[in-house]
C-alpha cells in the first residue's frame, strides 16, 4: 500500500469519527427540542381546560406553582439546548476540516492516477509511432507488392 492510500484512509477515518461526533449531538439536540414541544404541549393542553377545572389547583396555588415548574424547565432545557448547539457549531466545524482534508488527499491520488495514465498514453503512442517507422509505409499501409 503506498504512502498515499495510507493517508487516504486516515483521512477518510477521520472524517468518519467527525461525522460519528456529530450524530450523536444532532441526537441530543432532537432530543431536547422533543422535551421542549412536549413541555409546550402540556402547556398549551392545561390552557385549553375549562375554568371549572382549574378552580380547585388555583384555590392551593398549584396553578402558580405549576406554571412556575413549566418556566423553569423551559429555561434549563433551553440553557441545554444553547450548549447543544455551540458544541454542535464545533464538530460542525471540525466535520468541515475533516472532509477538506480527506478531499484533497482523494484529489491528489486522483491527479496522480490521471498524469500516470496520460504517462502511459503518450508512452503507447511514442511506441506505435517508432514501430509505425521502423516497420516503414508497407506494413501500415498494407502496399508491400
Same mark, same amino acid.
Given at each position: 500500500?503506498? !504512502? *498515499? ?7 477518510? /477515518?477521520?472524517? $468518519? ?6 450524530? !450523536?449531538? *444532532?441526537?441530543?439536540?432532537? %432530543? ?8 409546550? %404541549? ?10 371549572? $377545572?382549574? /378552580? /380547585? ?9 405549576? $406554571?412556575?415548574? +413549566?418556566? &423553569? ?10 450548549? @447543544?448547539?455551540? *458544541? ?11 472532509? =477538506?482534508?480527506?478531499?484533497? @488527499? &482523494? &484529489?491528489?491520488?486522483? !491527479?496522480?492516477? +490521471? ?5 502511459? $498514453?503518450?508512452? !503507447? ?12 509505409? +508497407?506494413?501500415?499501409? =498494407?502496399?508491400?507488392?
Amino acid at each position: 500500500m503506498t !504512502d *498515499r492510500v495510507q493517508l487516504s484512509q486516515a483521512m477518510e /477515518a477521520a472524517y $468518519q469519527a467527525a461525522q460519528a461526533a456529530l450524530q !450523536d449531538i *444532532r441526537a441530543e439536540e432532537t %432530543a431536547l427540542r422533543q422535551s421542549l414541544a412536549e413541555l409546550d %404541549a402540556q402547556r398549551m393542553a392545561s390552557r385549553a381546560l375549562p375554568l371549572e $377545572q382549574w /378552580a /380547585a389547583p388555583r384555590a392551593i396555588g398549584a396553578d402558580i406553582l405549576w $406554571q412556575g415548574w +413549566t418556566q &423553569r424547565t423551559r429555561q434549563e432545557l433551553n440553557v441545554k439546548l444553547a450548549q @447543544v448547539l455551540v *458544541r454542535k457549531a464545533e464538530k460542525m466545524a471540525a466535520l468541515r476540516h475533516a472532509f =477538506g482534508r480527506a478531499e484533497a @488527499v &482523494r &484529489r491528489m491520488i486522483q !491527479d496522480e492516477k +490521471t498524469a500516470r495514465r496520460k504517462a502511459a $498514453q503518450g508512452r !503507447d503512442l511514442e511506441r506505435d509511432q517508432y514501430l509505425a517507422l521502423m516497420n516503414g509505409p +508497407t506494413s501500415a499501409g =498494407g502496399q508491400n507488392r
